[in-house]
């Protein structure tokens, strides 16, 4: 990837109309738009930033995902900007969001749930591959789409090798155990120490869900020697959450950070051919005991006992 930073000089107006409002956060909202060209639905990512080296920084990491090719992540269209504001402009995604069946404690069958999880350690292996991480995998951000199958959203809080990470975020009972520690640690001190510098980038704290318990959990939980967010092991923190999540959809139960076991059965824990002893695997606390890497995942989900 070059250094130059070239963005479309193109009003927003030019190339879609806006139609409604898909999701409005602290940091972003997500609109859904008629492409005219395209002729079709796209969703339409608004940031605002204070700093135009911001602006560029968000641009390389939309030229980064859109060099991902995969089913199950929405492909990157566009990038463009006026003024403070960038606009994304991706695929839109119909469906719902897994956290809202499981709010209505909907049950998934063992079949679905397995073939979910390879369609997800499928997106996981595609963006890894780009040196991508997503950093904030959840029920709320995948997609369950009418054909049955699933797609991996929001990469707000993705990490790209090599980059400033414009926002690092945590979501209790998905974020790895390394995860909350940085998270907890910046919170405290407001800096990182160590031999990695890191003060070049602009850390803007994200508290999704549940903001109240933060603290109790993270002060149960194990602290591993990490001193910058470029100290952790992005692929194995992501395998930890995708797990965390598919133990939720299996169980109805959300992840606890504050045990050291996923399943009650202690013949599961040590059998990477059951989908519960993979989740185990996938969600040690230790990342260097879970998977190693997407395609470890994906070599064993795709030997599971059917």
């Known amino acids: 990837m070059g250094n130059a930073i070239v963005m479309s000089h193109m009003q927003l107006s030019d190339?879609?109309?806006?139609?409604?409002?898909?999701?409005?956060?602290?940091?972003?909202?997500?609109?859904?738009?008629?492409?005219?060209?395209?002729?079709?639905?796209?969703?339409?990512?608004?940031?605002?930033?204070?700093?135009?080296?911001?602006?560029?920084?968000?641009?390389?990491?939309?030229?980064?995902?859109?060099?991902?090719?995969?089913?199950?992540?929405?492909?990157?269209?566009?990038?463009?900007?006026?003024?403070?504001?960038?606009?994304?402009?991706?695929?839109?995604?119909?469906?719902?969001?897994?956290?809202?069946?499981?709010?209505?404690?909907?049950?998934?069958?063992?079949?679905?749930?397995?073939k979910w999880y390879k369609q997800l350690a499928l997106a996981l292996d595609a963006i890894h591959?780009?040196?991508?991480?997503?950093?904030?995998?959840?029920?709320?951000?995948?997609?369950?789409?009418?054909?049955?199958?699933?797609?991996?959203?929001?990469?707000?809080?993705?990490?790209?090798?090599?980059?400033?990470?414009?926002?690092?975020?945590?979501?209790?009972g998905y974020a790895s155990p390394e995860q909350l520690a940085i998270f907890h640690r910046y919170k405290s001190t407001q800096t990182f120490t160590g031999t990695?510098?890191?003060?070049?980038?602009?850390?803007?704290?994200?508290?999704?869900?549940?903001?109240?318990k933060t603290e109790l959990i993270q002060s149960q939980l194990p602290r591993p020697e990490i001193s910058t967010p470029t100290d952790i092991d992005w692929a194995r923190s992501d395998i930890y959450s995708l797990g965390a999540t598919m133990r939720h959809l299996f169980t109805g139960t959300q992840h606890s950070n504050l045990v050291n076991?996923?399943?009650?059965?202690?013949?599961?824990?040590?059998?990477?051919?059951?989908?519960?002893g993979i989740i185990h695997k996938s969600t040690r606390p230790k990342p260097t005991e879970r998977f190693k890497n997407s395609e470890q995942l994906l070599a064993a989900l795709r030997n599971v006992n059917k």
């Not at 602006?55 to 463009?80: Q, R, T």
């Not at 369950?144 to 209790?172: E, H, W």
């Not at 076991?261 to 519960?276: F, I, L, W, Y």
Request: hydrophobic residues 35%.
């Open 196 to 212: 990695q510098a890191f003060t070049q980038s602009k850390i803007e704290i994200s508290q999704p869900e549940h903001d109240g």
């Open 15 to 114: 190339i879609v109309q806006i139609e409604s409002t898909l999701a409005a956060g602290h940091s972003s909202t997500v609109f859904k738009a008629w492409h005219k060209r395209l002729q079709k639905h796209v969703a339409v990512k608004k940031q605002t930033y204070a700093e135009k080296v911001d602006i560029e920084i968000k641009h390389l990491e939309a030229e980064a995902l859109k060099s991902i090719k995969s089913m199950y992540v929405p492909y990157v269209f566009d990038f463009l900007t006026e003024g403070s504001e960038s606009y994304t402009i991706l695929e839109f995604i119909e469906g719902e969001s897994l956290d809202k069946p499981l709010i209505r404690g909907q049950k998934f069958s063992r079949k679905q749930i397995i």
């Open 261 to 276: 076991k996923t399943t009650s059965s202690q013949a599961a824990k040590k059998d990477t051919h059951s989908v519960m």
């Open 129 to 172: 591959k780009r040196d991508v991480y997503h950093r904030d995998i959840k029920p709320a951000n995948i997609i369950l789409m009418p054909n049955g199958d699933v797609c991996l959203i929001d990469f707000n809080s993705a990490y790209i090798t090599g980059m400033k990470a414009l926002q690092f975020s945590r979501s209790k």
